[in-house]
């Protein structure tokens, strides 16, 4: 079933546009006539139980994952443009006992210098203005395996920033967060798609905060089931079969 909540059409890049999409492994079917728009601008949240393709897909919007079907990113007779992706993915693990400074972390990821040279001073400037789009600046010295999950989402956040991307994908960005610091990465999310003109696509297995920022609601399960709206998603008997809630409650 599909709930088609928006009519606009959309400009280059921030696009992205499945169709008909199916990955098999071997003999078994993955995902099966996968078909979803994220619109320019959109928040759009992709959920499902456990097994049910949602990493799958995002792997083969990266290119990480062979299919069927269409990815593409412009409407339908458009010319595609190839966009610039950041992603996010489910958080790492880290040693505590590890001397790895968020500052480090980032000098591997952007720059030819070792890391146990230090960061030049144009880098390090570099790193705090990437740092100061999630509001985490004070955390350019911190270990990173000394760093909270909120924290953590953040320094990640913000190397999926840089260059900033057209299009935000992020693979369970609520997961290790507690309730406060959700809120706070959410407010985030939101701000950063206004400011920078963006698309985001995201994974989560948190129900509560879709209502206050989800523009689109996706539930899939190796096919889409339901997507909408939140309100209307969440209250659906097709999310009630596969989650045992209602409007996101138990």
């Not at 600046?137 to 990173?144: N, S």
């Not at 523009?215 to 045992?244: C, T």
Request: charged share 25%; glycine share 10%.
């Amino acid at each position: 079933m599909r709930l088609d909540i928006h009519g606009g059409g959309c400009g280059h890049s921030c696009c992205l546009r499945v169709e008909n999409l199916s990955v098999r492994i071997g003999a078994d079917s993955i995902l099966k006539d996968v078909n979803l728009h994220v619109h320019c601008g959109e928040m759009v949240a992709l959920i499902g139980p456990n097994g049910a393709g949602k990493s799958t897909f995002l792997k083969a919007i990266l290119g990480q994952r062979e299919y069927e079907g269409i990815i593409a990113f412009s409407e339908p007779g458009q010319r595609s443009k190839k966009p610039r992706i950041g992603y996010v993915p489910q958080s790492p693990a880290f040693d505590p006992s590890d001397p790895v400074s968020v500052s480090d972390l980032f000098a591997c990821c952007m720059s030819r210098r070792p890391a146990f040279l230090g960061l030049g001073k144009g880098m390090r400037e570099t790193v705090l203005e990437c740092l100061e789009r999630v509001h985490g600046e004070d955390l350019i010295d911190k270990r990173v395996g000394t760093l909270s999950g909120g924290e953590l989402q953040r320094v990640l956040l913000a190397l999926a920033l840089e260059p900033m991307p057209n299009i935000l994908i992020l693979d369970e960005p609520l997961s290790g967060v507690d309730v406060e610091g959700m809120e706070t990465l959410m407010d985030m999310l939101d701000e950063i798609r206004e400011v920078y003109d963006l698309s985001i696509l995201m994974t989560t297995h948190d129900f509560s905060m879709l209502p206050r920022y989800a523009d689109q609601v996706v539930l899939i399960d190796r096919g889409i089931k339901i997507q909408g709206s939140p309100e209307a998603v969440l209250s659906s008997e097709e999310f009630h079969q596969a989650f045992h809630l209602k409007g996101g409650k138990a």
